[in-house]
């Protein structure tokens, strides 16, 4: 999260609980979607190492957010500072593996069943460049700490849908399975609005900012999902791949359960 805010916000303000706080529900929802994922043996340490590269990476970042909110909350605007040039980087390590993941299992053919291929192609890589978008606009106004918090606090939100489509029924939800979990995220910004409200009786900008990036990229994935430019990018992807083989636009079948007793 949060980087290099040169001016430290008022500590102890009930501003900082509510963003560690937040920050620590978010971090929670993460860490139980994949939990569960995995106590129901749905995924295993088997994985690629790219895989494991990427659970890495992602997850420290859910630390890295969590321990930037908890610097503030206490004061510690040193540990906050320098921890935030170490964030920054952390960003481009995010974006290049979330990227090569996505194209590994689109070339693979084993994208989850309740998305589409080319859809899956083209949201995993548009969420993470509009949460890299938040986040550095958070960092450019890092002086303006109202705004540096709520663009990294609606970043964050962007990063929530794999912990919450591991928790919700996701072959239930098709053929809106990305764009439920995208619209579950927004409970942490429109929570954001109504804290704002109660404090101060008006909303802050920023949350308008959040929510309006997180349109553009639901309207952008679309757009792009559903045009030539979609069916393109996907052919160069998977040629010469199993994915090839794979209808871009058609949900694959669900995995086969268990061999009857």
């Known amino acids: 999260m949060a980087t290099v805010a040169e001016s430290a916000p008022p500590i102890g303000g009930r501003d900082e609980g509510f ?11 993460l860490i139980a979607g994949f939990s569960l994922q995995l106590a129901m043996g749905r995924s295993s340490f088997a ?19 969590v321990l930037q909110n908890a610097f503030v909350a206490t004061g510690r605007m040193a540990l906050h500072r320098r921890l935030g040039w170490l964030a920054t980087g952390w960003v481009v390590a995010m974006l290049v593996l979330g990227w090569l993941v996505t194209v590994a299992m689109v070339q693979r053919g084993q994208v989850p069943f309740f998305f589409r291929p080319l859809q899956f192609l083209v949201f995993d890589p548009m969420t993470l460049i509009t949460f890299a ?4 606009a958070a960092i450019l106004l890092r002086r303006r700490t109202d705004w540096h918090r709520r663009l990294h606090f609606s970043a964050m939100a962007l990063l929530l849908g794999p912990g919450f489509g591991r928790l919700l029924p996701m072959p239930l939800l098709i053929p809106w399975a990305w ?16 804290w704002d409200l109660r404090r101060s ?6 949350w308008g900012w959040g929510l309006a990036a997180m349109a553009g990229c639901l309207v952008l994935t679309e757009a792009i999902t559903y045009s030539p430019v979609g069916a393109a990018l996907y052919e160069a992807v998977t040629a010469g791949s199993p994915g090839a083989s794979v209808a871009p636009l058609d949900f694959p079948p669900p995995p086969a359960g268990p061999p009857p007793a």
């Open 201 to 206: 009786g008006r909303v802050h900008p920023a």
């Open 179 to 194: 764009e439920a979990t995208l619209a579950v995220s927004l409970i942490f910004p429109l929570a954001g609005i109504v």
């Open 19 to 29: 963003f560690l706080g937040g920050a620590i529900a978010m971090a929670v929802v």
């Open 47 to 65: 994985a690629p190492p790219l895989v494991h590269a990427h659970a890495v990476v992602f997850m420290g970042w859910i630390g890295i957010y």
């Open 133 to 136: 978008g938040l986040t550095a």
